[in-house]
Structure formats: structure tokens, C-alpha cells
């Protein structure tokens, strides 16, 4: 395979697209997608001969033959879209065959598990916005000849392609300026770019062409779930690079990079993240279960496949822990910043304060001398007639302190009353008690001895 230079317009969906549609998939494949400004879904059609093989075939909806099975997939586009108008993309691509409640049931949000008009439909739909990197939809109509699957956005690993055909089986040559390198490379290798390189170490699994073929609808089955499950794991391993790297700015210690991420809002933002997620592997660890016993009463599902799906599923859970634990970290890290923004504040509530220490008092002194009355000392207001003014007005201010002491004083003083009021009750409870004791008992603990009737 020739390739000079893989080129990205996307540092995240268009790396995936670059790595593992455009440099491993030939031209028939990507000839099979469907994208146009009236139907902007990609559409994959294979046919598997039940040995190994696949082809890829035209868009039918048509089911397989003897041991043939078919797998139609409907790609949604990530967008603004409206559940709604994501239905209609669906009606437009398979309808006909299918019927109104098989799109809904595959559009709607929510878990599922069930029989739909006679086929197995599961889906794990999260209801968040589909431009989100965090909302994921897979859902998947099974038959016993055909498979029809249907996701938001692209799924890493999902697909087929043909084997030695991948990037990972190139000698490539990094491009990056920090080496020196100047993006050249030698004859018949590539130059990839240094953010897919960080693309691909972000993944936990390799590409398509390193996928078994299924031989069996049960085999794809395990595959699409399996799949499922590795985009929540790399997604994962994202949060957790990223929650590495917000740790490792915050133990530099720098003022603006601690202010920027209050101001970015960064860990509330991935408390968001982290919730979406969970639901998301809620929705597996309730759906997934319940296929794994209906696929166990199915003739045509392997046992294998029944061993496969309960690895998942544990899979699935210890994911699950995975995700609380980097909750915790993400709450750890908030409470800190937000000690430190505390702190910040004290601070400058400390230099407030330090400056209201210096100008009370001469607040005191200019609204004292200030006073529009008579009797002001050192002002040369003698006049007899107001030469109490100033006399009237401090006794006034005094009163109204007293007034203002007693109110904030009055609780406090009314809990020790109250308190005192209690403690004489019960001293004095305990005096009538001790002296009641004394008069049956006698001066010496000796019980005096009554005569006449015993008191019953």
C-alpha cells in the first residue's frame, strides 16, 4: 500500500476517521457509505459465508441463505440533530423492509431488550446531546440470517477490512518539530503526524483489519459488544490522561492556570462528563445481561458466545468501579481548588481588613469633629443655647451601641439564665428526693419497719 502523509482536519473524530477508514479501508469500501446533504448517514453492507470470508454487497436489507448472514449498519452523524430528525434518517435508509416500531425501537432513548416483530432489539441509547463526546448509541436487530446495527458517530474497531492493509502493519516515520525532523521520509515508507500518534496510544485495541471474521451471527453478536465496549474503555483512558495532565498543572502551582480552570468551570465540567458516562454503562450492565439469556435459548447462539458475553459483562463492571474512582479523583481535585480559592479570598478579606483598621479611626475623628451640632470641643461653638448639642448627640450614639451589644449579647445571656433556671430545678428535685430517701430509710440506711397492712 502507498501513502505519503495522513492528513487530519479533526485532532479527535477526524483522527479516527484518518487512521482506520481512510488508510485501511479500499476503495469498494468506502464506495459502500451513503453521505449527502439529504441523507447524511454512512451505511456499511457485508455478507459473511459462514467460513471466515466476508464481501462486501450493495444495500439490501436482504437476509442470508444456509450458513450466509448479512450485517447492515446505519452510521448517525454527531450534530445538533433532534431525536426526531435522527428517526427520520433511519425511515429514510430502512424503510422498507422495516416497519414503524422497529425504528422505534432502535431510535428511542433509553435501554431496551426484547423481541420486536419476531427479531432480538437491544439497544443502550444515552438521552444526552448527540454533539457530545460523552453520549453514545448502539443498537442492534438480530435474526438468525442477518444483523442490522445501528450507532451515533463512528465506533472504533467496529467494521471489517482486509488483513495487511491496516497502518499498524506500515514502518511509518514520525513527523514532529521538536526531533528536528523536517516531514520528509524515505522511500516507499510515510510520515505520519505526531497528534495520531498520540491518537493511537489513546487506544486500548487495534483496527479493523486485525478483526476476526465472524462465523456465525452469535460471533458478530459478541463482536458489536464487545466493540461497544471498547469505545467506553477508550474513552476512559482519555478522561484519565486528561485528569493526569489537570493534576500535574496544579501541582506547578501556577496562579493562572488554577484561576483559568475556576474560570473554565474545568472540573464541574467533567463531573458532567463522568455522569454521562455512567448512565451509559448503567444502560449496558442492565441490557446486556437480559441478551445474554434470551441469546441462551436461541438454537443458533453458540455457548461460547454465552461464556464471551459474561467476560463482557464483568468487563462491563469492573469499567463501572473504574469510572467511580476517577469521580473521586475528579471531587478531590475540585475540593483542593476550591480551598485554594478560599484561601485567595481570605487573603484579600486580610488586606480589607487591614486597610479598614487604618481609616476607622480617622472616620471616627472627621465624622466626630463633623457634626453639624453645638458644644463640638476645640470648634469655638460657645453659644449656651447649644453648647449641650454635642453632649445629646455622643450619649445617643452610646445608647444605640449598648442597644446593638444587647442584641447581638441576648441569646447567649438568655442560654445562661435559662441553663442557670435548669440547674436549680434539678438541685433542688435531687434535695426533695435525698430527703424523702432519709425519712423511709432512717438517719442510719436502716429500714424503718412499718406496722399494719402491707401497702400492695
Not at 526531533?179 to 486500548?204: C, P, Q, W
Not at 441490557?287 to 445474554?292: D, E, G, I, N
Not at 451589644?405 to 435531687?430: A, D, E
Request: aromatic share 10%; hydrophobic share 35%; net charge negative.
Amino acid at each position: 500500500m502507498e501513502m505519503n502523509e495522513i492528513e487530519q482536519n479533526d485532532a479527535g473524530a477526524a483522527s479516527a476517521e484518518d487512521v482506520d477508514s481512510e488508510s485501511s479501508q479500499p476503495r469498494s469500501y468506502r464506495d459502500n457509505h451513503l453521505y449527502s446533504s439529504q441523507h447524511p448517514v454512512r451505511r456499511k453492507a457485508y455478507i459473511f459465508d459462514g467460513d471466515g470470508n466476508y464481501y462486501n454487497q450493495e444495500w439490501s436489507l436482504k437476509e442470508g441463505k444456509g450458513r450466509e448472514f448479512c450485517w447492515y449498519h446505519v452510521e448517525l452523524p454527531k450534530g445538533k440533530q433532534k431525536l426526531s430528525q435522527l428517526a427520520q434518517y433511519l425511515i429514510d435508509v430502512l424503510c422498507p423492509p422495516l416497519k414503524l416500531q422497529d425504528i422505534l425501537s432502535l431510535a428511542s432513548n433509553g435501554p431496551f431488550c426484547g423481541h420486536v416483530d419476531g427479531a432480538l432489539v437491544f439497544r443502550v441509547n444515552s438521552p444526552g446531546p448527540p454533539s457530545s463526546n460523552f453520549t453514545f448509541r448502539i443498537a442492534a436487530r438480530v435474526t438468525e440470517h442477518s444483523v442490522i446495527t445501528v450507532s451515533l458517530g463512528r465506533v472504533p474497531r467496529l467494521g471489517f477490512s482486509p488483513a495487511n492493509e491496516s497502518l499498524l502493519y506500515e514502518i511509518p516515520a514520525v513527523e514532529s518539530s521538536d526531533y528536528g525532523g523536517d516531514g520528509v521520509s524515505s522511500k516507499g515508507a510515510m510520515v505520519i503526524r505526531e497528534h495520531v500518534l498520540d491518537f493511537l496510544l489513546t487506544m486500548n485495541h487495534s483496527e479493523e483489519a486485525d478483526n476476526p471474521v465472524p462465523r456465525s451471527v452469535s460471533n458478530l453478536v459478541v463482536h458489536i459488544i464487545d466493540t461497544h465496549v471498547d469505545h467506553l474503555q477508550d474513552t476512559v483512558t482519555k478522561l484519565e490522561i486528561e485528569l493526569d495532565s489537570v493534576e500535574f498543572e496544579l501541582d506547578r502551582g501556577g496562579f493562572d492556570s488554577k484561576q483559568q480552570m475556576i474560570d473554565d468551570k474545568k472540573f464541574p465540567k467533567m463531573h458532567l462528563d463522568l455522569q454521562r458516562l455512567l448512565q451509559v454503562i448503567a444502560h449496558s450492565e442492565q441490557v446486556f445481561p437480559r441478551v445474554k439469556e434470551k441469546c441462551s435459548s436461541k438454537d443458533w447462539f453458540t455457548y461460547e458466545d454465552i461464556i464471551a458475553l459474561e467476560e463482557l459483562i464483568a468487563l462491563i463492571r469492573s469499567l463501572k468501579e473504574n469510572v467511580r474512582f476517577i469521580a473521586n479523583r475528579v471531587s478531590a481535585l475540585q475540593a483542593g481548588l476550591d480551598s485554594w480559592q478560599s484561601e485567595q479570598i481570605n487573603k484579600k478579606l486580610y488586606y480589607l481588613s487591614f486597610l479598614s483598621i487604618i481609616f476607622l479611626p480617622l472616620s471616627i475623628i472627621t465624622g466626630v469633629f463633623g457634626m453639624n451640632v453645638g458644644g463640638v470641643p476645640w470648634t469655638g461653638q460657645d453659644d449656651p443655647e447649644l453648647k449641650d448639642g454635642f453632649y445629646n448627640v455622643v450619649v445617643i450614639c452610646v445608647m444605640m451601641l449598648l442597644m446593638v451589644l444587647l442584641c447581638f449579647l441576648f441569646p447567649g445571656i438568655y442560654s445562661h439564665i435559662m441553663g442557670w433556671q435548669r440547674t436549680r430545678t434539678l438541685r433542688r428535685c435531687l434535695s426533695i428526693n435525698h430527703k424523702s430517701y432519709i425519712r423511709r430509710t432512717g438517719v442510719g440506711g436502716e429500714p424503718i419497719q412499718r406496722k399494719g397492712y402491707t401497702r400492695i
